[in-house]
């Protein structure tokens, strides 16, 4: 296999995240806007808004996620950054803060994806990790998830889900803070 290669993005990747987000792309249309709207902003804004709206913050110099590419095609995406810059998250059950959280201090991933013909290879572990090393470089405390739990072989879970899974967050050196809703929890890592 091709080496994996990780960058957090800047304003030069532009053509690389649209190739991942467009239309045909690995995940056709969402643009990585669902935590960094409102539910009121994003149910007024159609696909090309949404586009608009991550082509501006990356072309602005808004780091916004850890593209992967494999021989230059992106093959994944890990939607990370400070807890703040996701208002969707301070409504949310499954990532409802703890007491005393400072969300400037914390940082989130919110969304992961990888190509389906590179999975089971340990690529995704090489996503979080490269956003554990952009957190910890922007002195971040923690960095937290909300994947869907796998640690119970019986309990069902969405396979289809943009969050992860447990056992990969700890295999990243990340713990289980608790569980929430039925199928999900949060998870952190302490970077202090």
């Known amino acids: 296999m091709s080496e994996f ?19 045909k792309g690995l995940v056709e249309n969402c643009w990585c806007t669902y935590f960094r709207m409102t539910s009121k902003e ?3 804004c159609g696909t090309a808004a949404r586009r608009d709206r991550l082509r501006d913050l990356v072309t602005s110099g808004e780091r916004v996620g ?11 995406w890990l939607g990370a950054g400070p807890r703040s810059a996701f208002p969707r998250l301070r409504g949310s059950r499954a990532a409802k803060p703890i007491e005393g959280d400072d969300p400037e201090r914390i940082w989130s991933i919110v969304c992961l994806y990888l190509a389906r013909e590179h999975r089971h290879r340990g ?5 979080v990790d490269r956003a554990v090393q952009w957190a910890r470089d922007e002195k971040a405390e923690f960095i937290e998830a909300f994947p869907e739990d796998d640690r119970d072989p019986g309990a069902a879970f969405d396979r289809h889900s943009f969050h992860g899974r447990v056992s990969t967050f700890e295999s990243c050196g990340f713990t289980v803070v608790e569980p929430r809703l039925q199928r999900r929890a949060l998870v952190r890592k302490d970077l202090r």
């Open 5 to 23: 290669v990780t960058t957090v993005v800047g304003p030069d990747d532009w053509p690389a995240v649209s190739e991942f987000f467009e239309p």
């Open 66 to 76: 850890v593209l992967g590419s494999v021989d230059g095609v992106p093959a994944g």
């Open 42 to 44: 994003r149910s007024g």
């Open 123 to 127: 690529l995704v572990k090489v996503l």
